[in-house]
Structure formats: C-alpha cells, structure tokens
C-alpha cells in the first residue's frame, strides 16, 4: 500500500547523480513528455531519448531540449545502465512490451516500467517476458488534456507513484531494481513511491479514480437529455469538477474500461444498491411524515465529514 507518510527530500539540489545514465520514453503524450522533461530538468547530463509514431510530437519535445534524440520506431540498440518507460495507451503497452523484449532482455542493467492505470495485465506480461527487468508503475497524476503540448515538468510533483512489482521474484538483484526505480522517481519526479499488489491497485482505482470518470460521463448525458445549456447556467464549482473529468479522452479510457470490467461491475453494483436506498429515503418522505425520512441520509453526510477529515489529516 502507499505509505501514509510519504518519503520527503526538502534538501533536493537542482541536479542529481541518476541511478540511470539514459531514459528513453515510448509514447510521448501528456504523460510520457512529462517523464521526460522532469528527467532532463533535474539531470541534464542524463541521456533522454523519445520514441513516438508523431514526427509532431518529436520534434515538440526536441523544441523544449527534453529529449537529445527522437526515434519514429523502436531502436536497435540499448545502451547499458537504462530506464524504458512505456507510456502508450494499455493495449498498445502490451504490444511494445514483446516488441521491446528481444532487444533488451540480454541486459540486465536495463530497466522496464510503464505508466498504465490498470496492472494486472501488463505485470503479468512482464512477468513472463522480462522477470527480472519489468516492474509495473501508475503515476497518480494528469489533467483532463492529453497531448505533449499540455506537458509539464511538475506534473508528478508530490503526486502518489506506485509501483508493482514482479511478486515471484525475491531475488537480490531484483530488489536492488525496485530500489534504484524508487529513488529515481522520488528524486526525479518528485512522487510519493507506494507499493501495491497488482490486484489491489486494479481494484482500488476503480474505486477512487475508473468509477468517479464513468460517473462524470453519467452526469453529463444525464444533463443532455434535459436542456443542458439551461441547467449548466445554475452550475457552480462542484460540477466543474465533474465536467473536467468528463473531458477526458475516450482513447485512453477505452482500455481502462476493458482491463478492469469485473472491479467496476462489481463497485458499479454496490453504488446501484446505495442508490436504491436513497431512493427509498426520498419515497418515506410523503409515505411516512411522522419519521425523519433522511436520517440514513445524514448518516451517509457525516461519515463523508469523517472521511474528508481523514483525507486531510493525512495530506498534513
């Protein structure tokens, strides 16, 4: 799980000693060129390559001197003592990982992670492939924009980062890997690194981050099919929130929803039957006047009390 009292650094220089002494980047959108503009800001001397099938995007990230070389495809040869970061979409995740495969497997001084927001199927992928090498990572961090353009260098900043790593390998050397990764993305990204097993954190982010989109989503057809323009006169913060989620790019939440189906079905249906209890709250209210038809109601408002504190409280 991520720890509740997050690794802190307040003596961070400017530039660092990287654990790695080249980063290539595969798939630079939102994500990948923020991978590789915090690299390249807190180490220049580090190696930074970006592979992207956009000649656009490359030569935007050339612009911003975050990369030194660009690739359309991926390259021939690896250099030792690297991090590859593949920050394609899910489904195309897996396929560069059996690309990346036979060019990297042969060094074991090369370092595979990605970025995806559901793991169980890339890490098992890695598993299989690259036992030793892959370790599975989630940026909790974006915006409701996708593109390098919106791409920024603090984007990860204070940001949870978790990482899965292979869980049957207990070796030494494997170890050393996860730790090299870790104080990488502390220091150069300036994330809190968590652990978690790849199960609770497909399940997890259901919960807090694949369910509150697809309700979003929700809420905005629930507003077309009642004059939206009319209703969204009336709107004030609370359904900016839920309108910048709802901007999110289907690409992206496209794979998300199909690697993770059985998580949401499952939060989706313990949200249908907490529905159908306030339903029933507000049928009491003409049906039986001599109670308070809402007093499961402020149960539910003050256990939200109770958990905002919390939230709080741990931040601080």
Same mark, same amino acid.
């Given at each position: 799980?991520?720890?509740?009292?997050?690794? $802190?650094?307040?003596?961070?220089?400017?530039?660092? $000693?990287?654990? #790695?002494?080249?980063?290539?980047?595969? *798939?630079?959108?939102?994500?990948?060129?923020?991978?590789?503009?915090?690299?390249? +800001?807190?180490?220049?001397?580090?190696? @930074?390559?970006?592979?992207? @099938?956009?000649?656009? @995007?490359?030569?935007? &990230?050339?612009?911003?001197?975050?990369?030194?070389?660009? !690739?359309?495809? &991926?390259?021939?040869?690896?250099? =030792?003592?690297?991090?590859?970061?593949?920050?394609?979409?899910?489904?195309?995740? &897996?396929?560069?990982?059996?690309?990346?495969t036979?060019?990297?497997?042969?060094?074991p @001084?090369?370092?595979?992670?990605?970025?995806? !927001?559901?793991?169980?199927?890339?890490?098992?992928?890695?598993?299989?492939?690259?036992?030793?090498?892959?370790?599975?990572?989630?940026?909790?961090?974006?915006?409701?924009?996708? *593109?390098v353009?919106?791409?920024?260098?603090?984007?990860?900043? *204070? $940001? =949870?980062?978790?990482?899965?790593?292979? +869980?049957?390998?207990?070796?030494?050397?494997?170890?050393?890997?996860?730790?090299?990764?870790?104080?990488?993305? +502390?220091?150069?990204?300036?994330?809190?690194?968590g652990?978690? =097993?790849?199960?609770?954190?497909?399940r997890?982010?259901?919960?807090? !981050?694949?369910?509150?989109?697809?309700?979003?989503?929700?809420?905005?057809?629930?507003?077309?099919?009642?004059?939206?323009?009319?209703?969204?006169? #009336?709107?004030?913060?609370?359904?900016?929130?839920?309108?910048?989620?709802?901007?999110?790019?289907?690409?992206?939440?496209?794979?998300?929803?199909?690697?993770?189906?059985?998580?949401?079905?499952?939060?989706?249906?313990?949200?249908?039957?907490?529905?159908?209890?306030?339903?029933?709250?507000?049928?009491?209210?003409?049906?039986?006047?001599?109670?308070?038809?809402?007093?499961?109601?402020?149960?539910?408002?003050?256990?939200a009390?109770?958990?905002?504190?919390?939230?709080?409280q741990?931040?601080?």
């Amino acid at each position: 799980m991520l720890p509740t009292q997050p690794h $802190k650094d307040d003596s961070h220089p400017s530039h660092f $000693k990287a654990p #790695f002494r080249a980063l290539t980047v595969i *798939g630079c959108g939102l994500l990948g060129g923020s991978w590789l503009m915090a690299a390249k +800001e807190s180490n220049p001397t580090l190696h @930074t390559r970006a592979v992207d @099938t956009n000649a656009e @995007t490359l030569q935007y &990230l050339l612009k911003a001197q975050a990369v030194d070389d660009v !690739s359309l495809t &991926l390259p021939s040869q690896w250099e =030792p003592n690297h991090l590859v970061i593949i920050a394609t979409h899910l489904t195309a995740s &897996l396929d560069v990982l059996k690309q990346l495969t036979p060019l990297v497997e042969n060094d074991p @001084t090369i370092i595979v992670s990605d970025i995806g !927001s559901c793991k169980r199927a890339i890490v098992a992928l890695g598993q299989e492939l690259l036992p030793n090498q892959f370790i599975g990572g989630h940026p909790l961090a974006g915006k409701e924009v996708s *593109g390098v353009h919106h791409a920024t260098s603090l984007l990860f900043t *204070g $940001k =949870p980062y978790v990482l899965c790593p292979n +869980e049957a390998n207990l070796t030494a050397d494997y170890a050393q890997r996860v730790a090299s990764l870790t104080h990488f993305i +502390e220091t150069t990204l300036r994330a809190r690194v968590g652990m978690q =097993p790849v199960e609770t954190h497909d399940r997890a982010m259901a919960f807090v !981050s694949h369910l509150p989109q697809l309700y979003a989503v929700v809420l905005t057809q629930l507003l077309s099919h009642n004059r939206p323009g009319e209703l969204l006169a #009336f709107h004030g913060a609370g359904m900016d929130g839920h309108l910048r989620l709802a901007a999110s790019p289907y690409e992206m939440w496209h794979d998300i929803v199909l690697q993770n189906a059985d998580n949401l079905k499952e939060v989706i249906g313990q949200c249908k039957e907490l529905l159908v209890q306030l339903e029933d709250q507000l049928h009491c209210i003409h049906t039986t006047p001599t109670k308070d038809p809402t007093a499961l109601l402020a149960q539910w408002f003050a256990s939200a009390n109770t958990i905002h504190q919390r939230f709080h409280q741990a931040k601080q």
